[in-house]
Structure formats: C-alpha cells, structure tokens
C-alpha cells in the first residue's frame, strides 16, 4: 500500500479536526467569550516567576509585570529562585525592596516545588504562574480575571507569542503559537483545554489546594496541573487578548529538545495517570474528541514520517539508478518541460493535504487577528511551511523515548 | 459539562459534513480530471488512427509508397511518441489494470504497429534508413531492468530524433502483438529489442546499450535541443 493511501485517513482526520475548530470558532460559545470586556473587578492576585538560571531574562520579566494595568496594592509579585547556578539570585535581590516583589528560593530543584513554595507565601485567590522567559502585555491582567466569573474555573489560559523573533525558527514558532491561541480560545469554549502553559495561566488558588497542588509531572507540571483539574470536573478558561510574549528556542535542535520534553510529558501524562479521562464521556469533547486526536496525531505523524521517509529514500535511490549513465543535462531536466493540464499532479492526497494546509494557515492569521498581537503575518506564515518537516523529529523522538522509557531533565 | 457536550456533538457532526463534503468533492475533482485525461488520450488515438489510415490507404491507392509522405510519416511517429509519455503518465497514475487504460494501450499498440510497417514500406520503396527499435516491456514486476532501459530508450529518442522507439507490453493481450512477438521471435529475459531487425534482450547500461545500435545510427548531426 501506497504512503498516500496509508496518510488519506489521517489527513481527513486532520480536516475534520479544523473543520470541528471552525466551527466552534462560529458557535455561541466562542462567540461569547469573544464579547467578554475586561473587568473592572481587582481581587488580590499573585503572580509567582518559577526561575532557574534566568540571568539573562529575569529582570525584564519582573519589570514587565511591574508594568501592568493593575492596582499596586492588589498585586503581589513571588519570584522563586530554584537553585539557580548563575546570576539569577543576585538580579532577584535588586527587587528585594520594591513593595510589591518577594524574593523566595527552592533551594530543592523541580519547577513544582519552586510553584508550591510561591503559592505558600501569598494569600491571593487567584495566583498566576510566568515562565522566567516570558513577558506580559500591561492589560494582560484585566483580561484574565473576567474569565473566572464561574465558580467551575479552576484556571485561565492567555494568549502566547513569540518575543521579538528574528530568524525562521521564531518566526515558525510564532506561527505556531498564533495558531494556538486560535485553538485554544476555541477549545476553551467548549472545556477541552488540558494544557496552561508556563507563561502566564492563572489558577483558583483554593482549586489548587484542594486538588493538593503542584507535583511533578514529567516535565510537564503545567499539562499535569491542567489534566487534574479536568479529572475533578473543572473547567480551564482563555482569555484570547491576554498577551503574552516568551522566548522561544532560537535553534532547530534546541527546539527539537524543547518540544521532545513537551511530547515525552504529554505521553507520559495522558498514557499515564490520566489514561482514564481518554475516551471518557464523562469528560465531554475533551476525552471522546480531543485527547483521543492529540494521541492520533502524535502517534501517526511519527509514523507517517518515517514511513515517507523510507519511502523517499528508497524513490531517490531508484531515481538514480535509472538515470545511472545517461548525460546529467538529460537525467536532470524536468520530465515534462512547460504547463500542460495533463500532466498536472492529482492525487487525493495531495488537494486534501493543500485544503489541510490552506485551513490551518487561516487559523494562523485568526490567532493573531483574535489576540491582536502585533507580528509580521507573512514572514511567520512563509516560515509555518517549515513546521511540517520540523515537528515529525521531536514527534519521532518522543514517541520513541517514551516507548523505550527514557527520562529528560526540565533545564 | 452537558451544554457543551451538546454543542461540541452537534459542532463534530457539522465537522464531519463539511470533511465529507471536502474529501467528496476532492475525489470527484481528481476522476474528473482523470476522465478529461483518458478523453485527451482517446482523442489524440482517433487522430492519430485517421492519420495513420490516410497513409496507409494512400500506399494502397498507389500501389507502392509515395516517398513524398516520409515527412509525413515522421511527424506521425513523433506525435506517437508523444501519445507514449502521455499513456504511461496516465497508466502511473490509474494503475495498469485500469481497463480503460489497457484499451488505450491495445489502440496505441496497433498503432505504433502500423508506423512500424509504413516506415518499413517507406524505407524500402524509398531509400530512407530510419533506426527502428521494437522494445518490449513488462510492468507485471518481471522485468527488474525495464525502468533503466524505457528512460535509457527516451533519453535516446530526444537525443537523436532520427530515431523510432516503438514501446510494447509484452503481457498485453492483443492478437497482433502477439504475432508481432512471434515473427520477431521474441522470448526469454525481459527487456527485449529489435534494433533494425537484429533482435537482443536484458538492459546493463546505456553505454552497452548503445553498441547493440549500427554504426552511426546514433549520429549527433541533428541533435535535437531539449
């Protein structure tokens, strides 16, 4: 059997999905969250800056949450320092005096500990966590706290971008997340988050208790979090316009280890301990719909990959034993010189591949027209072509590690 | 929980439409598209049929061959040749036990037959000393050098256009292909050819192959520009 005929059913896996995001997107309850205004409401939050050798980005993280549109009094800013080997402690000491920052350390490595030590010495309701990476629009705030209107939302996602991307790896990252906060604005309408990532996802701190809080989770202890507090029947909220901006790898193979890690937990975690909530219609959309796709694509695109890539290989190698003597002028040049409609490539597999590719660039640019982030559409979007060759590695790596059960460290 | 649940079953139903509807329409796109190919072919065969029948009923008007259609014949082969690369795309892309593929190759086949004999009369009656080649192939997995030898065979057709490549299936069920293959006394290893009548067979390189040619068949007085 042919690798098209194998990669049909899951491209129109893959289609539905994006069709299913359309149209959530369209439905009511999007719709509604769309119309949310932020609040005027200002409880007492908290936002605790888990860091570990973040010399290099720790000042300007707190500055931009000494930035935001809140009321000084009403904002309590925790950086927990976790064992950090760099300058990282000396730069958290210069904000030691400022009213509204405490200076903590984990001296115990582990993103969790460092979390639970900052939850412990803040009295706030609601407690945001920032990736040390990672800074926050001044608004930011006024949009999330809105969004725990229902005593049902254990947490809330903001919008995630890249900060300042340069080269193609940022720009196709950017894409990435743009494309993200699409999904997720999407998704949350319906309760089928299971991620709050690192940079900036606010809690209900007596959710957090009650469910015992933070604890290692294969590296991934945001996914784990999220993943509990959708087993207790919670539901986690987004709030699209709340931006925030993070560094992001710079370089395919930091990337590719960035993203390993990533995978490895989410495998780890849906596999693992919340196996149960996979195909549990208790769970609605997210255990019939979502975390059964995710596991699909995951599983599939590694496979698929290697199974092109067999296949490539093996096509390139005959390629070349045909043309083995003849002149390279004549082995080189196109088979089928100027346009003709006749020769024009069809193959099921590849319209349904462009329609997929086509949809998920739109769901790119409503990201940022949804949030709107300020990022150059075009360049980002040139460089998303990139992702599809990019993304099987770490999804082979992953698959791979997790199969052979190999561990990786979370710095 | 069950407002969503509601809305998210409704939503994946819609979902599923509009995938169905895509996938639906894709498919229908890609047969049509393949139906417009086969009509091009079917086509280009009934003109290339009237052509080769005008030729051959005015040998037969004039009881022997009118050395002035040589040119004629010439284009005929070439628009032949064409045929060829369009019917093998085409049987790439629909499978070779495409039933209206096999007609197509059975109506091509007579064809290239009949060119085969017209530029045989041609040269007989009129001097002319066209390189012939009958080569056939298999696609039935039984001839493991065919690919090297039919790109080796278009490789030398673009070169050196004097030359006439006359393409055959050998498992193709077809009475006259049969014959042809009988009166050549085809047999053995697959591929095999009839270089102006001097029968060979198996493929190694295009340097051996090109020895299997006489002399100064393969001239490069009128290469033709790719």
């Known amino acids: ?411 | 929980m069950h407002h969503s649940m509601t809305t998210s079953l409704r939503n994946a139903l819609i979902a599923l439409g509009i995938t169905i509807v895509l996938t639906g329409t894709v498919i229908y796109a890609v047969n049509y598209l393949n139906n417009a190919r086969l009509a091009e072919l079917k086509s280009i065969e009934d003109q290339l049929t009237i052509d080769t029948l005008s030729l051959d009923t005015q040998f037969s008007l004039l009881e022997s061959a009118p050395c002035d259609s040589v040119a004629s014949s010439t284009t005929l082969t070439s628009e032949l040749a064409d045929l060829g690369t369009r019917l093998a795309y085409t049987e790439n892309q629909l499978g070779n036990n495409n039933e209206q593929v096999i007609r197509l190759k059975k109506q091509y086949s007579l064809l290239e037959i009949r060119d085969y004999l017209v530029t045989k009369r041609l040269a007989a009656a009129c001097g002319t000393k066209p390189v012939t080649v009958l080569y056939f192939y298999s696609n039935s997995g039984d001839c493991s050098a065919c690919d090297k030898a039919g790109y080796a065979l278009s490789y030398l057709r673009d070169t050196y256009p004097q030359l006439r490549v006359y393409s055959f299936d050998y498992h193709l069920d077809l009475g006259a292909l049969k014959t042809l293959i009988a009166v050549d006394k085809i047999r053995g290893e697959l591929p095999a050819f009839v270089i102006n009548g001097k029968y060979s067979n198996g493929f190694t390189t295009l340097a051996d192959f090109e020895k299997e040619f006489p002399k100064g068949a393969l001239s490069t007085s009128t290469p033709k520009k790719k």
């Open chain 1, 1 to 411: 059997m042919s690798v098209d005929a194998l990669a049909c059913p899951f491209i129109f896996i893959a289609i539905f999905f994006e069709s299913f995001v359309l149209v959530t997107l369209l439905s009511k309850p999007a719709r509604d969250a769309r119309a949310r205004k932020p609040g005027s409401a200002t409880p007492l939050v908290a936002v605790v800056v888990p860091c570990r050798n973040e010399a290099e980005t720790i000042a300007a993280t707190t500055d931009s949450l000494l930035k935001l549109n809140y009321p000084a009094d009403k904002l309590e800013i925790i950086l927990v320092d976790n064992a950090s080997t760099d300058d990282t402690p000396a730069i958290m000491a210069r904000y030691q005096a400022h009213p509204n920052v405490t200076v903590l350390h984990a001296p115990e490595r582990g993103k969790h500990k460092a979390v639970n030590i900052g939850i412990a010495a803040t009295e706030a309701e609601f407690i945001g966590c920032l990736d040390a990476d990672s800074f926050v629009d001044p608004d930011a705030l006024n949009e999330i706290i809105p969004c725990f209107a229902s005593h049902r939302v254990a947490a809330v996602t903001a919008a995630m971008s890249i900060h300042q991307p340069h080269n193609i790896v940022e720009h196709m990252q950017n894409a990435e997340y743009s494309f993200g906060i699409t999904m997720r604005h999407a998704m949350a309408s319906i309760n089928g988050l299971y991620v709050t990532p690192g940079p900036f996802s606010f809690y209900r701190r007596s959710v957090v208790e009650a469910l015992g809080g933070f604890r290692y989770g294969h590296q991934t202890e945001d996914m784990e979090m999220a993943l509990r507090m959708q087993k207790a029947g919670y539901e986690i909220e987004n709030a699209p316009r709340a931006r925030v901006y993070t560094r992001a790898p710079h370089t395919v193979l930091k990337l590719i280890k960035q993203r390993t890690r990533w995978t490895n937990g989410f495998l780890r975690n849906t596999l693992g301990e919340y196996r149960s909530l996979v195909l549990n219609r208790d769970h609605g959309v997210l255990g019939m719909l979502i975390l059964p796709f995710a596991l699909t694509a995951v599983v599939s695109t590694a496979l698929l990959f290697l199974l092109t890539i067999s296949q490539l290989t093996l096509q390139i190698v005959r390629g070349i034993e045909v043309r083995l003597g003849v002149p390279l002028s004549y082995a080189l040049a196109p088979r089928y010189a100027g346009f003709d409609w006749f020769y024009f490539p069809t193959s099921v597999f590849a319209l349904l591949g462009f329609i997929a590719m086509v949809a998920s660039l739109a769901l790119v640019a409503y990201g940022r027209h949804l949030s709107q982030t300020p990022f150059h559409l075009g360049r980002s979007m040139a460089s998303y072509l990139l992702y599809g060759l990019i993304a099987p590695l770490w999804l082979v790596r992953s698959t791979a590690h997790v199969a052979l059960g190999k561990n990786q460290a979370w710095k």
